[in-house]
């Protein structure tokens, strides 16, 4: 069965600080990896990742893949109050067009 | 730039009543997701449409179904609503030519059923 995991569940940390999101999956027919961030709406596209070893990077956020280790990481650095969200992963399983969703890592940052 | 409009935003019913969630896609986007999320769930797939067929199926309860129209709008309707039905129901549209997973979310309906 297809799944998503992420790792941790929850993350509390002081502005400034850097953090580090994981994402591991077992997608059939995988096509791409996303990563969202979700406040209280809608979640908001970050990034789409197809190849390993190739760093994604908007801002204080980058995020890269690793398909050896059926993995992924989203980095934040120099973390602010507004970057409180909870981050979902998704893994892509191309030939249906379905998204498998994680449970997400809620994150609070703390002035 | 154009977004995802979903409505109504909000929307109270009670048990067995019937609702019915719209969803207009971005401008040129022919794929519609609808996903469903409980308080402090991941969004769970119902159903998707790629060119006014439906394309994939999740786990959309028989009581739902769904359709997308000639102008790729999407209706999402819920009949015989439980209260276990209280959600926030998001469209999310993409290209299906294109399609590498890059959803772009609706605001959302949220759906409380009394």
């Known amino acids: 069965e297809d799944k998503v995991v992420q790792s941790p569940l929850s993350l509390v940390v002081h502005e400034g600080d850097t953090v580090t999101l994981n994402c591991s999956y077992e997608?059939?027919?995988?096509?791409?990896l996303l990563w969202y961030k979700q406040e209280k709406k809608a979640p908001t596209f970050l990034f789409m990742l197809?190849?390993s070893g190739i760093e994604k990077k908007s801002g204080r956020l980058s995020s890269i893949l690793d398909k050896k280790e059926l993995s992924s990481i989203l980095n934040i650095t120099a973390t602010q109050t507004g970057d409180s969200a909870i981050y979902l992963c998704?893994?892509?399983?191309?030939?249906?067009?379905?998204?498998?969703w994680g449970l997400g890592t809620s994150l609070a940052v703390n002035p | 730039a154009a977004g995802v409009i979903q409505s109504p935003r909000h929307l109270i019913k009670e048990k067995r009543e019937t609702a019915t969630l719209k969803c207009y896609p971005i401008?040129?986007?022919?794929?519609v997701y609808w996903y469903q999320q409980g308080p402090g769930q991941d969004p769970q797939f119902l159903i998707s449409?790629?060119?006014?067929?439906?394309?994939d199926k999740g786990s959309i309860p028989d009581r739902f179904s769904a359709q997308q129209f000639s102008d790729y709008h999407s209706e999402l309707n819920m009949s015989s609503l439980e209260l276990g039905d209280s959600a926030l129901y998001f469209c999310?549209?993409?290209?299906?030519?294109?399609?590498?997973?890059?959803?772009?979310f609706g605001e959302g309906s949220r759906l409380t059923v009394l």
């Open positions: 999310a549209s993409t290209s299906g030519t294109k399609f590498g997973g890059e959803l772009f």
């Open positions: 401008p040129r986007h022919d794929t």
């Open positions: 449409f790629y060119e006014k067929m439906q394309s």
């Open positions: 997608v059939t027919n995988f096509r791409s």
């Open positions: 197809t190849s």
């Open positions: 998704a893994g892509n399983a191309g030939n249906n067009r379905k998204l498998i």
